[in-house]
């Protein structure tokens, strides 16, 4: 098999590269390096690497040759930098997933499958269920659920095959740690190796369900090797635990000091995943609570 990974030096896909090429594959990896949360990026060197833009069709569109799977995870991919240049966001998460999915059709990929967000559910009810509208908050939502639009058109115009997988706020190994909007459970650990107070947006209430990136791996693998019903290709997969914590409860799970810093805009007050469409569908299943997982790494 010869996969190609989107985004393959950064936190979430170089994680699936390396699971990849444990497996056997053959795997190109792109990335910009763009991302300025991470302070290095995560080559294999077991992969053929390529610094380049997805947004950039000529000189992407050859590494799609001969491709079977595509994990597409190259993306703007945090909230609050998309509020400040929405262009920026909607250039790449839109405009470049539009350049994959062409660049995937034409060199007759197997199967592409998108990283999305669960940001895609804003204020609806919880738990969240692939059925709920839509309700976008801010412009990286917007431009996600852009993306997953385009890969149901792909897939229904074009006959590509696609999987949407949305992550309910992935931790763990390689996780972005740099700058004030790196996520909640990185910026908690880099504060705490400082000996720096953990800082709580808002009221800290907020409640997440987090996806360890390990089983965010899995459900990659079997989203993309699966065998799929034809009339659920081209939808929405929810990638959580099915259980969320607060704020306040994660720092009591890091039992250090603390302070409250204001709220933000265009997030969401609570999210919990019902996967229950990703366990029947691709025998997908999560394996690692975050509690346990910050008893031995906090």
């Known amino acids: 098999m010869r996969s190609l990974v989107t985004g393959g030096a950064g936190f979430i896909g170089s994680n699936i590269v390396d699971k990849l090429l444990e497996l056997g594959h053959e795997v190109v990896a792109i990335d910009n390096e763009s991302s300025d949360a991470h302070d290095s990026f995560y080559w ?8 380049l833009d997805i947004t950039d069709y000529e000189a992407i569109r050859p590494l799609f040759d001969g491709i079977d799977y595509v994990f597409h995870l190259a ?3 945090r909230i609050q930098p998309a509020i ?12 470049g997933t539009a350049i994959v999915l062409q660049c995937a059709r034409e060199a007759g990929v197997k199967r592409v499958v998108y990283s999305s967000t669960s940001s895609a559910y804003g204020f609806n009810e919880i738990p969240n269920n692939e059925n709920q509208p839509n309700d976008c ?29 949305r992550y309910f706020n992935v931790y763990g190994d390689r996780e ?36 360890n990136v390990r089983d965010a791996v899995q459900a990659n693998i079997l989203a993309a090797t699966s065998k799929i019903p034809e009339e659920l290709l081209g939808t929405v997969f929810n990638i959580g635990t099915g259980t969320n914590y607060s704020v306040n409860e994660i720092v009591k799970m890091y039992s250090h000091k603390s302070i409250n810093i204001p709220p933000r805009p265009g ?6 995943a019902d996967n229950s469409k990703a366990r029947q569908i691709l025998g997908w299943q ?12 906090s």
């Open 84 to 95: 400040l240049n929405p262009l920026k966001a909607v250039k790449t998460n839109t405009l």
């Open 137 to 165: 908050l801010n412009p990286y939502s917007v431009s996600k659920v852009s993306g997953e639009s385009l890969c149901k058109m792909y897939t229904d115009l074009f006959g590509l095959e696609t999987v949407i997988l």
């Open 176 to 211: 972005p740690m740099r700058g004030q909007y790196a996520p909640v459970i990185g910026i908690f650990k880099r504060q705490k190796n400082n000996n720096e107070a953990l800082t709580i947006v808002g009221d800290g209430n907020q409640k997440r369900d987090f996806t």
């Open 286 to 297: 999560p394996t690692i609570s975050l509690k346990a997982y910050l008893k031995n790494n």
């Open 267 to 272: 997030e969401a007050r609570e999210t919990l």
């Open 44 to 51: 294999n060197e077991l992969a053929q690497n390529y610094k």
């Open 75 to 77: 993306a703007e991919a």
